[in-house]
């Protein structure tokens, strides 16, 4: 059973440029939790998410961030017109149903903003 | 929201020795796990324990849910323990809050 598959590992963007953030749960995870690690930080929830459904989005800003888990495919965040502040590491995490379980997190990308 | 804080906040050890790690949480949670960010920045799970003690090789933990604490225990600790531990807990939502870590070097 594959674990959390994040991907790219590393993405380098130009600020203003948008970055693309992948996360594949774990077979048979229909719960998704996406965290933010700023530099010699613990990390940050940002948003949760169910197939099609954003559960829980009270860590994300406000602006040029947003998240979705369709149907079918992984689950992306996206942040539009990045700012050097964005540099981080972004986690994802998946759970199996019913919630409140172990957390299971990928890899991580990590962002860097030129 | 929930605060949670980890000591020590830095411990350096030799190896062969014990340590034990400690989060404090300000209220009561029903969800919480212990992860180690190994240097490569990999988290890798160790402990789910809303309460109770689990034991897993050299590590354990120890949940006193009603006293809101968790310890982590780390015996005969080798170099390849090194990295940062994370404490994390969930309340009334599944979203997890993360204390600042303790980071531990492990000399030979």
């Known amino acids: 059973n594959a674990g959390v598959m994040q991907n790219p590992r590393h993405l380098v963007r130009r600020r203003g440029q948008e970055a693309r953030l992948r996360c594949s749960p774990m077979k048979g995870h229909s719960h998704v939790y996406w965290y933010r690690q700023l530099p010699e930080e613990g990390l940050k929830f940002m948003v949760y998410l169910q197939k099609e459904n954003i559960i829980d989005e009270s860590g994300m800003p406000k602006e040029r961030f947003s998240a979705e888990f369709p149907k079918e495919g992984p689950s992306i965040l996206r942040i539009q017109q990045v700012v050097r502040g964005d540099s981080a590491a972004y986690f994802c995490a998946s759970s199996p149903p019913p919630s409140r379980q172990t957390q299971y997190f990928g890899p991580g990308t990590r962002l860097l903003v030129l | 929201g929930i605060q949670v804080e980890q000591s020590p906040p830095d411990l350096i050890l030799q190896e062969g020795a014990n340590s034990t790690l400690r989060c404090n949480f300000s209220d009561s949670v029903n969800n919480l796990q212990w992860f180690h960010q190994n240097p490569w920045g990999q988290l890798i799970n160790l402990f789910y324990?809303?309460?109770g003690t689990k034991q897993n090789g050299r590590l354990s933990a120890t949940t006193v849910a009603t006293e809101r604490y968790s310890l982590l225990y780390i015996s005969s600790s080798q170099t390849t323990d090194s990295g940062v531990y994370f404490c994390?807990?969930?309340?009334?939502?599944?979203?997890?809050?993360f204390g600042k870590g303790t980071k531990l070097t492990v000399n030979p």
């Open positions: 994390a807990g969930g309340a009334k939502s599944e979203k997890l809050v």
């Open positions: 324990i809303p309460s």
